[in-house]
């Protein structure tokens, strides 16, 4: 059968000429490029899960609770338990999705659409566009600082500018791992007319100190925290994220999500592991370990590592990034070029994934680690 193409097509007019989002994935013994989680799921919450999940199959002839309420408490619980009294949240709070783009998207679905603007601080996680625009909600990039970070003044005067009916802030942000400070994000929401979204997918990485843009939700009703399993929880393949606001903005998200979105799978496998939610971060110091790591010994090659929040490390100063990525991809090791020239990406992994990047990399630069 001959295959038409996308001009064959009555495609919408703003996606022609597009390209789908997505990295590499490639068979290669040592994977840092998409923010993953390198230890696997411990054997006693992958057994927890599977009895979970077992005990819905038979049961699979219905729909699942629309209102997945047993997870929504679930969440709830497990923010609180980083949260003083006066933040605590239940789960009338809470809204869950088939990942965190997922629960982006239904925001925007929400609160973007047709006529209407999102804006961020680019370089910045290149979803929050491509979310934006398959809803025809005009994208708006503001640049950051040369490292990276957002000037407070900047931003307030960019929001007061442009308006914008949805603002992405992502702390820490992907690419570059740095954390934006409250004072920041309470500036922008004061100046913002519409919604400010808080992505901190990587919030459980943060060295200590920083403190998350939870404990502003009380009295601010359009800001919306959105978080992730897929990281620190290390389950990226069961497609969990989740957001913490005001109920009215679960209510405005019920408005457009599709029925009984979360299936009773994935309802019960995000919540036996948040019932093992402990052992399941139980990794996540390791991790920020090997990210520091990362950044201690990178300047000994002569690159320049960004401070980070996350589970990653964004490094510049190389000549030609795209060549070494591919030469770190010749010896087994993937990473990610996020098109931001002279830099890359690279995911802190185990101790011994980490020592083959920093022991490939000294090698490809000509130093030692
Ligand atoms: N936000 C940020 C900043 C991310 O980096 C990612 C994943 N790369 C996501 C959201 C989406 O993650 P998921 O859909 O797996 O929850």
Known sequence: MTRASLNDLPL????????????PQLDVNVRLNVNENSYAVPESVA??????????VRTLNRYPDREFTALREKLAKYLNAGLDDEHRLTADNIWAANGSNEVLQQIVQAFGGHDRTALGFVPSYSMHPI???????????????ADFQVDREDAVRAVTELQPDVVFLCTPNNPSGTALDLATIEAIYDVAPGIVIVDEAYAEFSRSGTRSALTLLPGRER????????????????????????PAVTDAIRLVRLPYHLSA???????????????????????KAQRDRIVQTLPRFGVRPF???????????????HTVWQRLLDRGI?????????????????????????DALGEILGETP
């Open 307 to 321: 401070p980070s929040d996350s589970n990653f490390v964004l490094f510049g100063g190389l000549s030609d990034a």
């Open 265 to 287: 799978l994935t309802q019960a496998a995000a919540g036996a592991a948040l019932d093992h939610s402990d052992e399941l971060l139980g990794n996540v110091e390791a991790l």
């Open 131 to 145: 979310i934006s625009q398959g809803i025809s909600t005009r994208w708006m990039a503001v640049d950051r600082d």
């Open 12 to 23: 919408r007019d703003d996606l022609r000429g597009r390209q789908p989002y997505g990295a």
């Open 334 to 358: 993937l990473i990610r070029d996020v098109g931001i020239p002279g830099h890359l990406r690279v995911n802190a992994g185990t101790e011994a994934e980490t020592s083959a990047f920093l």
């Open 223 to 246: 800001l919306i925290v959105s978080r992730t399993m897929s990281k620190a929880f290390s389950l990226a393949g069961a497609r969990v994220g989740y957001l913490a606001a005001d």
């Open 47 to 56: 057994l927890a899960i599977v009895e979970a999940v077992a005990a819905q």
